[in-house]
């Protein structure tokens, strides 16, 4: 069992920035695929991006050279550092881990207004 607990959302204005970080339970952790999905108002949830258990990552095209996963084994974390931050990415970011099954977090909700 692996409970995952995302934290850092908030608002932001446009051009901003924002660093989430996702905090796992379990020894196995750095075993795990984890990835950052996103679910805008009214809109299903979408993946953002992935990060895998030897660190290759990979981007949706509407946030890559924006966004950037991270993972700290140490401290069984996965972050998602955003920039250039525009109203559209407003949504609940999830963390999820998968590697024989997915456990999701309970999400944190990211808003970019003026």
């Known amino acids: 069992q692996v409970q995952l607990v995302e934290s850092g959302g908030g608002l932001v204005q446009p051009g901003g920035s924002l660093r989430l970080s996702c905090a796992a339970s379990g020894k196995i952790f750095s075993s795990y695929d984890m990835g950052w999905y996103r679910q805008g108002p009214g809109k299903q949830r979408e993946l953002v991006g992935r990060?895998?258990?030897?660190?290759?990552?990979m981007y949706v095209d509407s946030v890559k050279g924006r966004f950037t996963i991270s993972r700290d084994n140490a401290k069984n974390t996965v972050y998602l550092q955003m920039n250039s931050l525009k109203p559209e990415d407003t949504a609940v970011y999830y963390c999820n881990a998968a590697r024989f099954t997915q456990y999701w977090g309970q999400g944190t909700q990211v808003t970019v207004s003026s």
């Open positions: 990060i895998n258990s030897g660190g290759t990552t």
